[in-house]
């Protein structure tokens, strides 16, 4: 069974920046992309941050965290990182990291495998 485990999380101030990480704890998805969702407070669904190919090589982003996000992995640790920068109030949320990834390879894409979340609160 896959086991994904986040850390980093906590509480920083707008213009603040914090680093997740992932570990795939089983090598699960050593050979598969991983991405990052969240889910802000009241909102029901998680939506995409951003996603990276296996090797690292390919990331999409979310519009509205490119160019403040950067997703990176390290194959070797078995650890996907989200580099978070600038951070805003709206970035407030859970963030998941997230495995058995589906649809057209874009920013529709959805996840079947999730971590148990970490939490991010930006103040204002």
């Known amino acids: 069974q896959a086991q994904l485990v986040e850390s980093g999380g906590g509480l920083v101030q707008a213009g603040d920046s914090l680093r997740l990480s992932c570990l795939d704890a089983?090598?699960?998805?050593?050979?598969?992309?991983l991405a990052w969702f969240r889910q802000a407070p009241g909102k029901e669904e998680r939506e995409l941050v951003g996603?990276?190919?296996?090797?690292?090589?390919?990331?999409v982003y979310a519009d509205d965290v490119k160019g403040r996000f950067t997703i990176s992995r390290d194959r070797a640790k078995n650890t996907v990182d989200l580099q978070m920068t600038n951070l805003k109030p709206e970035d407030t949320a859970v963030y998941y990291c997230?495995?058995?990834?589906?649809?057209?390879?874009?920013?529709?894409?959805?996840?079947?495998?999730w971590g148990q979340g970490t939490q991010v609160t930006v103040s204002s």
């Open positions: 997230a495995g058995d990834l589906y649809g057209n390879g874009g920013l529709d894409t959805r996840a079947r495998t």
């Open positions: 089983r090598r699960t998805f050593s050979g598969s992309p």
């Open positions: 996603f990276i190919t296996y090797d690292g090589v390919k990331t």
